[in-house]
C-alpha cells in the first residue's frame, strides 16, 4: 500500500533525486479512481525554476488532481512565490494534500513557514534516494543530506522512497542497487522504506525481488533534449528548447 493515514505528504531530496517526477506520480497514483478534488500537489519547490511539478498542470487536473500554485501569469517566472492557498489546504482541506519541496537544505527552508500547520504526526516526510546522484551513493552521505533537510526545514523525516535510476539508461539491476542501500540507510537510520520507484516497463520485474510497493513512473518532467517527439514524453517540450 503506497499511502498512508496521514493527509500530509512531503518529497525532499537532494538535487537530482527525481522527487518532482516522484511527486506528480504519486499524485496521478492516489488520484486514479477517485473523485475529483481527493488529491491535492502543491509545488514548493521556490529554488529551481526547470524541473517543476507545476509543469504538467494540465495533466494533473485533468486526471482530478488539484495543483496549487502560483496563477498562470507566473508559470513560467523563476520567483519564490508560497500562495497561502497552501496553508489553506494543510489546514481546512480535507484531500490528500501532497509538497513537492525544493532540492537541498535550500529548497527545504520554504517549510519554516509553515511549521505551525505541520504538526509532528500530521505528516509523512519522505526522503526520495537516487544512489546515482553525488552526495547520496553512500550512508553517511544520505545521513548528512537527511540532517541539513530537517534542519533547514524544521521537519523530521518519517521514511525513504528509493528512485535510484539513470535516466534512459535504468535496468532493473539499477534499482535493486539503490534499493539495497535504501535498505542500509533506513536500518542506519531507524526509518521505515515506504516504496520503491521504477518505470512503468520494470514495475513487474522489480515487484518480484522487493517487498516494499513499487510506483510505477512515467517520465512528465524530462527537458527537451532528452523528449522523445510525440506522445506523453514531449510533454513540455516547447518550454525547454534552447
Not at 546522484?133 to 553517511?140: C, E, I, K, L, Q
Request: proline share 5%.
Amino acid at each position: 500500500m503506497l499511502e498512508g493515514p496521514e493527509k500530509v505528504t512531503l518529497f525532499l531530496g537532494n538535487y537530482g533525486s527525481g522527487k518532482t517526477e516522484v511527486a506528480v506520480n504519486y499524485a496521478l497514483h492516489l488520484a486514479a479512481g477517485r473523485p475529483a478534488g481527493c488529491v491535492a500537489l502543491a509545488d514548493l519547490d521556490l529554488v529551481n525554476p526547470y524541473f517543476r511539478s507545476r509543469e504538467p498542470r494540465d495533466l494533473l487536473e485533468a486526471a482530478g488532481v488539484r495543483v496549487i500554485l502560483p496563477g498562470r501569469e507566473y508559470h513560467n517566472a523563476d520567483l519564490p512565490i508560497l500562495v497561502p492557498e497552501v496553508r489553506a489546504s494543510l489546514t481546512a482541506s480535507t484531500a490528500h494534500v501532497i509538497l513537492d519541496v525544493g532540492g537541498d537544505d535550500a529548497g527545504a527552508r520554504v517549510l519554516g513557514a509553515l511549521t505551525d500547520v505541520l504538526p509532528a504526526g500530521s505528516y509523512q516526510a519522505l526522503m526520495v534516494l537516487n544512489g546515482s546522484r553525488p552526495f547520496t551513493g553512500d550512508v553517511a552521505g544520505i545521513e548528512r543530506m537527511r540532517r541539513d533537510i530537517e534542519r533547514a526545514g524544521r521537519i523530521r523525516f518519517t521514511g525513504f522512497v528509493s528512485n535510484t535510476h539513470l535516466m534512459g539508461e535504468t535496468t532493473v539491476e539499477t534499482i535493486l542497487s539503490g534499493h539495497r542501500l535504501a535498505l542500509a540507510a533506513a536500518e542506519a537510520t531507524g526509518l521505515l522504506l515506504e516504496f520503491v520507484c521504477a518505470p512503468a516497463e520494470l514495475v513487474a520485474e522489480v515487484a518480484a525481488q522487493v517487498r516494499e510497493p513499487v510506483l510505477p513512473i512515467v517520465r512528465y518532467l524530462a527537458p527537451a533534449w532528452m523528449m522523445q517527439t510525440g506522445g506523453q514524453n514531449s510533454l513540455g517540450k516547447e518550454l525547454f528548447r534552447l
